[in-house]
């Protein structure tokens, strides 16, 4: 069955160390061969960039991860397929796997609403407003100050919305989710599990679920085992879990995948990369239909995103 995958970070990777090869580098979880062997159909590369970098430099580095994903993870790979318009995924043929940009924290355009134009331009279509801590738009789930949006955060919100852009919910704090559920056309959650299974600050808690169901948003699983479960080991049916917890609140439709692969440093029992991704497929298909499973691995993504 194929898959659409939310998040992974393997442009930090790529990044940290220009000797690794999008191809087939063993430590990139999301390699191109190992997303082949998974059935990855398309996935989502986050831009990360590093918390302690001074400010001014940050726009730079994402201009650089951008180039690294058109040299390295487009130019190199002829079936790998920039999404451009969201219309794109739908597209896709059956050996291609589309590749699509998103933003994993504000601190990247500063104050500086042009800058975020311009990685639009450049084909970011989802932006994740923090990661654990603070920027100018928001707070993250780490920040002990727990704000929600600014004002400036608000405008951000308002220009995604009118570009047809996702607003990414996942490391934000809690206030600044319900800030964004009043404003978000295209509220997501990349990789975020549910807090009720796992008390982790990076989850949602059920009120938070809801809300993003009720919405049309959208919910990605991660594969992190610290998300899963309390003791930090976890295997398949742990996600699976989570899965069904959702389910229950409401989510059939709007669950989707979001590994966090590239991003994370332990891993779940038989899913260490993405070439194992048919072995949650196939523990999926024990306990739901094939329409409920191809709508957690791809057509819940398909369903939400903007029609252009
Ligand atoms: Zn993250």
Not at 43 to 72: G, M, N, R, W
């Amino acid at each position: 069955m194929k898959i659409i995958d939310t998040h992974c970070d393997a442009l930090l990777k790529l990044w940290e160390d220009r000797s690794r090869s999008f191809t087939n580098s063993s430590d990139i979880e999301t390699n191109f061969e190992r997303l082949s062997q998974g059935g990855v159909a398309a996935q989502l590369f986050a831009i990360f960039i590093e918390p302690e970098l001074p400010s001014d430099e940050k726009y730079q580095v994402a201009l650089e991860q951008i180039d690294l994903f058109h040299t390295e993870v487009i130019g190199r790979h002829e079936r790998m397929k920039k999404i451009e318009n969201w219309s794109d995924f739908r597209l896709l043929n059956e050996d291609e796997i589309g590749a699509m940009l998103t933003l994993e924290g504000a601190d990247a355009f500063g104050n500086d609403l042009n800058k975020l134009k311009n990685l639009y331009n450049l084909g970011v279509k989802s932006i994740g407003l923090t990661w654990n801590n603070a920027n100018l738009v928001a707070d993250g789930v780490g920040e002990s100050r727990g704000a929600g949006l600014s004002d400036f955060g608000i405008e951000v919100v308002k220009l995604n919305n009118e570009h047809q852009v996702l607003t990414d919910v996942s490391h934000l704090s809690v206030k600044g989710f319900w800030d964004v559920m009043d404003l978000a056309d295209y509220p997501i959650a990349t990789h975020s599990n549910s807090i009720t299974l796992c008390g982790h600050r990076r989850n949602l808690s059920d009120d938070q679920a809801r809300a993003m169901f009720k919405k049309n948003g959208l919910v990605g699983i991660v594969f992190n085992p610290p998300f899963l479960t309390e003791t930090g080991t976890a295997s398949i049916k742990d996600i699976v879990r989570h899965i069904e917890h959702f389910c229950a609140l409401g989510g059939e439709k709007h669950i989707c995948l979001g590994s966090d692969f590239d991003g994370i440093a332990q891993f779940v029992k038989d899913l260490e990369d993405a070439s194992k991704y048919q072995l949650l497929i196939n523990e999926l298909l024990k306990y739901y239909t094939e329409e409920q499973v191809a709508g957690f691995a791809y057509n819940n993504f398909l369903n939400f995103i903007p029609k252009d």
